[in-house]
């Protein structure tokens, strides 16, 4: 241990009266987290061993109800021995109904926690069509030296004339093992015509030098000012009214969220 020593002169110049303590001990700051873009995470290990199989009393928690339905998990074993399985059911009753959740769980099927990221019909689409994209990736989103549950997915809206359908993309961020939403967005879409298409950008990074990452959200969204159909005078035949239809709105938002 550093001591210091404070001397004072009593009577000059013979007594000096000194003190010793020990000196302050600075504290070395804790470096910033970096920023983390959520455009490269799929660069990641994500953690999932595609094909892994939990055990059967996990999975049953995604089993389909209907004998025709079907179902997909992949899973990651977490350290103090639970499992983290990501999937959908697909039940085929009247429509097909496609619900998207995560789940904690032990290797006996005990239930720790539950997340339902969506439910989805789907009685003209394809199963693989509406939840094709159920992506999920563990990593270390505050900053804290703890892994979060990063889950991305896409939804296919119903088809509509002379345009398709549009895809929307959400994503959530879920604290472990609870699996408590931090972030659950819609960050983005694609679409034609009258539909909403936005690009975003999503980065967690501490700008507020508190040690813990924020999460900064930017949209820009376009759409067009008609649907097709709406008008009569259309000379190319396209189902888009060539005079009324030539623009599109524009949309630029900003989002902070704390974590």
């Known amino acids: 241990m550093t001591y210091l020593t404070a001397c004072t002169l009593l009577i000059a110049p013979t007594i000096v009266a000194c003190a010793t303590a020990p000196a302050p001990i600075s504290t070395p700051q804790r470096p910033l987290p970096a920023p983390i873009d959520f455009d490269a995470l799929s660069t990641l290990d994500d953690g999932f061993s595609q094909g892994r199989s939990a055990p059967d009393a996990v999975t049953a928690h995604f089993r389909p109800t209907s004998e025709d339905g079907e179902f997909d998990t992949t899973a990651a074993q977490m350290p103090d021995g639970s499992w983290l399985v990501s999937g959908y059911t697909c039940d085929r009753e009247d429509e097909t109904v496609c619900t998207g959740a995560v789940v904690v769980a032990r290797g006996d099927g005990r239930l720790i926690a539950r997340y339902e990221a969506f439910t989805a019909a789907s009685d003209v689409l394809p199963v693989d069509m509406v939840v094709g994209y159920l992506t999920p990736t563990l990593i270390d989103?505050?900053?804290d030296g703890q892994d979060e549950l990063v889950l991305a997915w896409?939804?296919?809206g119903d088809p509509e004339p002379m345009v398709g359908q549009q895809s929307e993309e959400f994503v959530a961020v879920l604290r472990l093992p609870e699996l408590e939403p931090l972030f659950a967005e819609r960050v983005g879409a694609d679409g034609a015509g009258a539909q909403e298409s936005c690009r975003y950008g999503l980065v967690a990074r501490d700008d507020d030098h508190d040690g813990r990452r924020e999460l900064y959200l930017t949209q820009d969204c376009t759409s067009a000012i008609c649907r097709p159909g709406d008008d009569d005078g259309d000379p190319?035949?396209?189902?888009?009214?060539?005079?009324?239809?030539p623009g599109e709105r524009l949309q630029v938002t900003k989002k902070r969220f704390s974590l």
């Open 141 to 143: 989103v505050v900053g």
């Open 154 to 156: 896409v939804l296919e």
């Open 236 to 245: 190319d035949g396209n189902g888009i009214d060539d005079e009324s239809c």
